[in-house]
């Protein structure tokens, strides 16, 4: 199961910190997404670590703004997102997908947690 937290609402230009806490199976063993999705348009991958960690993908529009990261012990990735911009708002989700064969494509992914809102104010 995965569990997402640390949505709200911040002034554009604010920041925070998306946590997605896995149980149940292990991260060594799937890579990890975050999607979002804005009213009216489609769930589009955001940022993703692969299971060993050492490879990750953002969005061209959050590249220097945002920062994926895991921490094994504790079997949470979380999504550091400074700069907010307004069109960051959306409901962002995690997910897993197992193996080493990974991707920013929603449709691949296994398991999914329900999503936290994220609201940006200009």
């Known amino acids: 199961q995965l569990q997402a937290s640390g949505g709200g609402l911040v002034p554009a230009g604010g920041s925070l910190k998306l946590s997605c806490a896995v149980s149940g199976i292990n991260l060594d063993d799937y890579a990890i997404g975050w999607f979002r999705q804005a009213p009216g348009k489609e769930r589009e991958g955001v940022s993703c670590i692969s299971s060993s960690g050492d490879s990750t993908y953002y969005l061209g529009s959050v590249k220097g703004r945002f920062t994926i990261s895991r921490d094994i012990a504790k079997n949470t990735v979380y999504l550091q997102m400074n700069g907010l911009k307004v069109d960051d708002t959306a409901v962002y989700y995690c997910?897993?997908?197992?193996?080493?064969?990974?991707?920013?494509?929603?449709?691949?992914?296994?398991?999914w947690g329900q999503g936290t809102l994220v609201t940006v104010s200009s």
């Open positions: 997910a897993a997908v197992y193996g080493a064969h990974w991707s920013a494509l929603p449709e691949i992914y296994d398991y």
